[in-house]
């Protein structure tokens, strides 16, 4: 379903996914200081290493955008299919989200899910025409994920 995913499509959700997740683990690490300190460590690292990708992406995008032009209609168009069709449920809202928590483990069973869902589009992007080096980062994008998703699990266990 997502064949007509454009490389700059694809970034533009990518850098809404990183920025998101920022916004989440910022949060979670401040709801947690009091708690937790090994925890909040954690989460502020996650925080900073969803930072860097979206320097990445912020980079890849200057790259592409000297020689392709991609119209911004079509990237709501395709957010909207995404998150419609329900494949897709991103950090979206994290600051409601965390507020409502009320146990710690909630915060890394929604992290779990949106790291899940993040490596599911790269995986799309990464075959949806991606250049070479689009691909690589894509590729390394779904390492730097499946880590994260193995730190939050390990806390997920800790905690529940
Ligand atoms: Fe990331």
Redesign the pocket.
């Known amino acids: 379903m997502l064949e007509d995913m454009k490389d700059l499509e694809a970034i533009e959700i990518g850098l809404n996914?990183?920025k998101d997740?920022i916004h989440f683990y910022t949060a979670a690490a401040k709801k947690m200081e009091g708690q937790d300190v090994e925890a909040a460590a954690v989460l502020r690292q996650l925080a900073e290493?969803?930072q860097k990708?979206?320097q990445d992406f912020l980079k890849k995008r200057n790259e592409l955008t000297g020689n392709e032009h991609s119209g911004h209609a079509g990237i709501a168009r395709l957010m909207k299919k995404l998150v419609h069709t329900g494949i897709f449920a991103p950090f979206g809202e994290s600051a409601q989200k965390i507020a409502s928590v009320t146990e710690v483990w909630e915060i890394f069973a929604m992290a779990i899910r949106a790291e899940k869902d993040?490596i599911f589009f790269y995986h799309e992007a990464a075959d949806s025409g991606a250049d070479d080096s689009g691909r690589r980062m894509y590729r390394w994008?779904i390492g730097?994920?499946t880590r994260?998703l193995r730190k939050l699990g390990e806390l997920y266990e800790k905690y529940r």
Do not use: F, T, V
């Open positions: 996914l990183e997740g290493e969803e990708h979206y993040s994008l730097e994920e994260h």
